[in-house]
């Protein structure tokens, strides 16, 4: 079984990147920040709502750049990062308000049993939405450059032994066992998050 989402570019990029930003905070610690600015995107083109407040029509670099940092004072950088999930639903939050957003956020925190984790991840993939994700810590140097760093996951293919996820991150996507990802050896290990439109 497999949920793959549609996406979008900027110029060749697949999504935006963390790497444009001027703003050295925003370069180093803005990993959060972006990710809220990619959800907005993704729900203005497939939702219809008014969340980006540039031409959705016409996404470029530049304006992207300035979204983030409107971005910025709701999930502004800090020096431990925004490491919990409800600093993320809480700021992102507040942008949603402050945009007239009736949408909901959730956090499934990383001390979820996998099966259930896995099983409101797939959920939300199926309704079309895709998911903030926070891996902090991994023991597993593979997952290295997802080290306390926050990307988006847009698509699921299950087998009969494990399940991908498409991670999107840096203007680019890979396929993660989720089995790994979850499991970071660590007891503190950030999770995901849930958008109810």
């Not at 993704?42 to 939702?47: A, H, I, P, R, V």
Request: hydrophobic share 35%; net charge negative; glycine share 8%.
């Amino acid at each position: 079984m497999k949920t793959e989402l549609p996406y979008f570019r900027i110029g060749s990029s697949y999504g935006g990147n963390q790497d444009w930003f001027y703003d050295a905070w925003m370069k180093l610690g803005g990993c959060a920040a972006e990710t809220a600015c990619e959800c907005c995107i993704y729900l203005d083109l497939y939702f219809s709502t008014s969340l980006y407040p540039f031409d959705i029509n016409n996404l470029n670099k530049k304006d992207y750049i300035a979204f983030a940092m409107k971005m910025k004072p709701y999930l502004h950088p800090r020096f431990s990062g925004i490491d919990r999930l409800d600093i993320y639903t809480e700021g992102f939050g507040k942008y949603l308000e402050n945009n007239n957003s009736s949408i909901r956020l959730a956090g499934v925190e990383g001390s979820t049993d996998y099966e259930t984790a896995k099983e409101i991840l797939k959920a939300q993939l199926d309704r079309g939405i895709v998911v903030p994700y926070l891996n902090l810590n991994h023991k597993d140097r593979r997952f290295r450059e997802y080290d306390w760093h926050w990307f988006i996951i847009n698509g699921y293919e299950e087998f009969e032994d494990s399940l991908m996820v498409k991670a999107v991150t840096y203007s680019s996507w890979e396929w993660l066992d989720f089995y790994e990802l979850w499991h970071s050896g660590y007891k503190k290990k950030g999770g995901f998050i849930i958008i109810n439109p």
